[in-house]
């Protein structure tokens, strides 16, 4: 392609890649404080942060960065950066979560970005949202089930839940909340059944 078409594509990347980092920017200041107040329900952890990083250095206009880096793009065969690189770090004490948290905590800081996601869409379109979670117990004690089990409860959402250990997910719930449980059978055939294990309902 010659330079005055690349010229012509870029402009197109650069306005909208500003629009999609607008849009982002906006969403990630919505976003937070319904995080921030899902994660200290969940699991108090001061000094955790989440970034938001927009793909490119903020220093620099995006256009310029396209016209500097065409050769290194060109023999790289992509773009390096972007929107398509934009990022949402979870960090805590300047250090990234990952290498401080445990895995329970770990699990309960992506359940806190799972459960503000939805907190946050069910306010903007006024639905709610049916969630999917496997596994609930692995990495999580009985008390911070519950916790995380109250949070679906307050919520008033529906939530498929799945275990390997019936007992883990047992007397977690309030008594005015409908809980229905189910097993996987194996069939004659080999295949995976669901079938009714008992029914528990206030």
């Known amino acids: 392609m010659d330079e005055n078409s690349l010229s012509v594509w870029e402009h197109e990347f650069v306005h909208w890649s500003e629009r999609i980092d607008a849009m982002r920017g906006e969403w990630v200041d919505a976003f937070l404080p319904v995080f921030d107040e899902t994660l200290a329900g969940l699991m108090p952890l001061p000094g955790l942060q989440l970034r938001y990083s927009r793909g490119w250095d903020k220093r620099r206009e995006l256009g310029e960065i396209l016209r500097q880096g065409r050769s290194v793009d060109r023999q790289m065969g992509f773009t390096q950066q972007g929107p398509q690189r934009a990022d949402l770090a979870v960090r805590l004490d300047r250090r990234p979560a990952v290498e401080v948290l445990s895995r329970g905590q770990q699990k309960l800081v992506v359940s806190a970005l799972k459960l503000a996601q939805g907190r946050l869409l069910e306010a903007a379109t006024e639905r709610k949202c049916l969630y999917l979670i496997d596994d609930l117990p692995a990495e999580l004690d009985n008390a911070h089930r519950r916790v ?55």
Not at 153 to 165: G, K, L, P, R, W
């Open 148 to 202: 995380f089990c109250h949070w679906l409860e307050s919520m008033h959402c529906q939530a498929f839940i799945t275990s390997v250990d019936h007992d883990a997910l047992a007397d977690l719930w309030q008594p005015a909340t409908p809980v229905a449980m189910f097993h996987v059978k194996r069939s004659p055939s080999g295949e995976g059944q669901l079938a009714p294990l008992e029914r528990q309902t206030s």
